[in-house]
């Protein structure tokens, strides 16, 4: 057996979860401050869930899902997205009930049988929001510019934001026939993928990559020739919404993102700095899906960031994410008979609420001392005989290197004291 992480999947070793923690913390903040609240759904679900929201003819249903049997042969499927989940837990739990709109964020692991590339795995993060029971143009505004500010707070600047209306029930089978009796009369010119999807959901040749499709697609109808009034009024909304704080946007008609699920408004949040993989999040409105699902009728809107192209389009422009640590306090000792007394300082510092720590096989003052510069705690406590006969030790401030001597008794009040707590 090969000691290794499946193709598409990896270790988050500490030094990188720490980076993760602090993507995560920044977004929950955000989000709660807009008055979402988080939601934890199962990391599998069963197949159908997916294949009825998402359509069976995407990339993802056709291709890309993580499907088994469990004993009892029932079909399950590890969530490649989390929308779906979403809405079946707003539906099960009658979340209807509550004050419309319902605001959810969701933080977690989704897989995809994809070809693993820079920035594509097949376990990857996603972070998201939903918004459910809302038609008003302002959320999605307020959907697209959370994800704006949540990106600008990470201090991420080469930004493009791009928004579409797919159109609805009404407008959209007009353009679907359009598209495909266009597509027809080009099959030839389409590849074998996208010559199937012609005739089953042209609007999935969208996601196609070939450069083949994409020219051929240039030239086809326009989904904004079709849009009917109360589309057309509703994207203007969006639009001036977003112009009124100040958010710059490109509209294009060709964003068709790989679900099926969506009406109306899609947008995407690109890095100018990535490459094939530059897309960090995207989202749009899904107004059928819930009632879809046996629901009542729920219109809703939201949208998912990679964590994964985070932190690559972080690294691209040079920002150095911050790693939390709540560790402030090393206790260091210069003979293991003092290991006790040690000890007992130890929790006495974390009865205080101070993070603490020491090492217990170190035996060497100078090996302990290398290993609190390691770990960057900003005090470090050394114990040696004569201190411990007068009941005193040494507080070294790391990062000055001075250093006091305090009574054993007031160093872990000293220490609160100097960090504020
Ligand atoms: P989607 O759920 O397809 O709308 O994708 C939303 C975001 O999730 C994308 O913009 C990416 O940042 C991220 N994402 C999607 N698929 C993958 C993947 N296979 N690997 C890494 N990130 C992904």
Known sequence: MELKAPRGTFDILPKAAKKRWFIEEIASRIFEEYG???????????????TRAIGEATDIVQKEMYTFYDKTKRSLTL????????????????????????????????????RPQAGRYREFWQLGVEVMGGLNPAIDAEV????????????????EIIVNSMGCSTCRPLFTSKLKD????????????????????????????????????????????YWCNTCREHFDKVQNFLRKVGIEFIVDTSLVRGFD??????????????GA??????????????????????????????????????????????EYSPLHVYIAIVDQNIGIEAFKLLYDFHRAGIGADMNYSEKNLKGQLKLANKMSVAYTVIIG?????????????????????????????????LLEL
């Open 144 to 159: 697209i510019l959370l994800m704006e500010q949540y990106l600008r707070k990470l201090n991420l600047k080469n930004l």
């Open 277 to 322: 993989q530059n897309a960090l999040g995207g989202g749009g409105r899904y107004d059928q899906l819930v009632e879809e699902y046996g629901g009542p009728p729920t219109p809703a809107v939201g949208f998912a960031i990679g964590i994964e192209r985070l932190l690559l389009a972080s690294e691209k422009e040079g920002i150095s994410l911050p």
């Open 79 to 114: 969530r490649p997205e989390a929308t779906a989940p979403v809405v079946r837990a707003y539906i099960e739990h009658n979340l209807k009930q509550q004050p419309q709109p319902v605001k959810l964020y969701y933080i977690g692991p989704m897989f995809r049988y994809e």
């Open 385 to 417: 005989p004569d201190e411990l006969e007068a009941k005193k030790c040494q507080l070294k401030y790391m990062k000055s290197g001075e250093q006091q001597e305090v009574r054993i008794s007031e160093v872990v009040s000293k220490v609160k004291s």
């Open 36 to 50: 979402y609240k988080r939601i934890i759904t199962p990391i599998f679900e069963h197949t159908e869930l997916f």
């Open 182 to 225: 266009y597509l027809l009369q080009n099959t030839e010119k389409l590849c074998s993928d996208c010559q199937k999807r012609a005739n089953i959901n042209p609007l999935r040749i969208f996601d196609c990559k070939k450069e083949g499709c994409k020219t051929q697609l240039e030239l086809a109808p326009k989904i904004s020739e």
């Open 261 to 274: 699920y969506y009406t109306r408004t899609t947008f995407e949040i690109r890095s100018r700095l990535l």
